[in-house]
């Protein structure tokens, strides 16, 4: 009994896993375009790529303002990521069909549960929509009660514009073609032109940041402005004041403002001619004035060391002196490098022998 138990069980296995083999459903890709509207479609309604059958509609479900159609496709179907949903009609009689396009050929393609928004749906107006179209557009221009239209009004306005105006009609066409020609052969300059307009734009393309900060930056000075406005207007005010006071000073003191003016200048020009000391004494000018505030001591006295010199070198007019007589005053002895005692004092008639040049004759 176990035995056939068992042989049962072994059976509907094998039984079961050869229909799942051969009977299972296949593997579907699932995509769902909406639709402004989708009158015609059904479920079971065909899917194709270029009339070719590759799918059914699964289902049509109104979602708020569009109809959303979910389609199955073979797995191995391949979808361009950003196709067209075509609703088709082929005849009057016949049922409608989705068509997508364009094939695919290559590059990215849809993935499972890819949907197709409103903007790459199509679907053709219906009969009656169209009739009731045409009926609002031929009733506007149409004659009212009274037997006049817009479109008869607007046929008469334009005999009254053009009523004895055949002339220069006739030569405003006939100038019009002669520029169409003028443009015909400058096609190449006309091209050029087309040329350096597109490099413009992607030039601005290319710095579409930079003009947004400039256009952000402008705008906030705009409005910095405006808040400022009053504070501005103030300001114009008070310096619209000040320049007629100046003005006036200017009218009034002219003379005595030239002369300060001249005055100014001799000054400025003095201390051009002088920027090296009065660096100089910008430079020591802090040293002096700490070592003038160390002259005082602590018990309250004033003491001063004045170093002077007596070197006669230093002197233009007694220097030629010192390269003729080594005195002691020429090589730094005086108060500050004190006198030797006895003085060595030179032979100065020997000196002036050697420096006195020789006849040049004898005897």
């Given at each position: 009994m176990k035995k056939i138990v068992i042989v049962a069980c072994v059976l509907a296995l094998v039984a079961a896993g050869?229909?799942?083999?051969?009977?299972?459903?296949?593997?579907?890709?699932?995509?769902?375009?909406d639709f402004a509207f989708a009158d015609g479609i059904f479920p079971g309604n065909r899917v194709s790529v270029l009339g070719v059958p590759v799918g059914n509609v699964e289902s049509v479900v109104p979602r708020g303002s569009a109809v959303r159609v979910t389609m199955?496709?073979?797995?191995?179907?391949?979808?361009?990521e950003g196709a067209h949903a075509y609703v088709v009609s082929p005849s009057i009689i016949s049922d409608r069909y989705v068509e997508l396009d364009p094939a695919y050929t290559g590059g990215p393609a849809m993935p499972d549960g890819a949907r197709i928004p409103v903007e790459r749906t199509h679907a053709p107006i219906k009969w009656d929509e169209l009739s009731t179209s045409l009926d609002v557009v031929l009733s506007a221009l149409g004659p009212d009660d009274d037997g006049r239209g817009g479109l008869g009004e607007l046929v008469r306005t334009g005999a009254k514009l053009t009523g004895g105006e055949g002339e220069r009609i006739r030569a405003a066409i006939r100038n019009v073609t002669q520029a169409?020609?003028?443009?015909v052969n400058g096609s190449g300059d006309l091209r050029a032109v087309i040329d350096n307009v597109d490099q413009l734009l992607r030039l601005l393309v290319r710095h579409q940041d930079t003009i947004d900060e400039l256009t952000d930056t402008t705008t906030r000075i705009s409005q910095t402005f405006d808040a400022e406005r009053d504070a501005l207007g103030d300001t114009l005010t008070r310096m619209s004041s000040a320049l007629t006071r100046v003005n006036d000073l200017v009218r009034?003191?002219?003379?005595?403002?030239?002369?300060?003016?001249?005055?100014?200048?001799?000054?400025s020009g003095t201390?051009?001619?002088?920027?090296?000391?009065?660096?100089?004494?910008?430079?020591?000018?802090?040293?002096?004035?700490?070592?003038?505030?160390?002259?005082?001591?602590p018990d309250e006295r004033m003491r001063l060391r004045l170093d002077v010199?007596?070197?006669?070198?230093?002197?233009?007019?007694?220097?030629?002196l010192c390269e003729q007589l080594p005195l002691p005053l020429c090589d730094g002895a005086g108060l500050v490098n004190p006198i030797p005692f006895p003085p060595n004092v030179p032979d100065v008639v020997d000196q002036l022998a050697q420096n006195t040049p020789d006849d040049g004759g004898g005897g």
């Open positions: 050869g229909w799942y083999t051969v009977l299972r459903p296949g593997d579907t890709l699932s995509v769902t375009a199955s496709l073979p797995a191995d179907q391949r979808i361009p169409s020609e003028v443009a009034t003191h002219g003379d005595r403002l030239t002369a300060d003016v001249d005055q100014l200048a001799q000054v201390i051009a001619r002088h920027q090296h000391q009065l660096a100089e004494t910008l430079d020591t000018l802090p040293l002096a004035m700490d070592n003038l505030g160390r002259t005082v001591t010199s007596t070197n006669l070198s230093q002197f233009d007019t007694t220097a030629r």
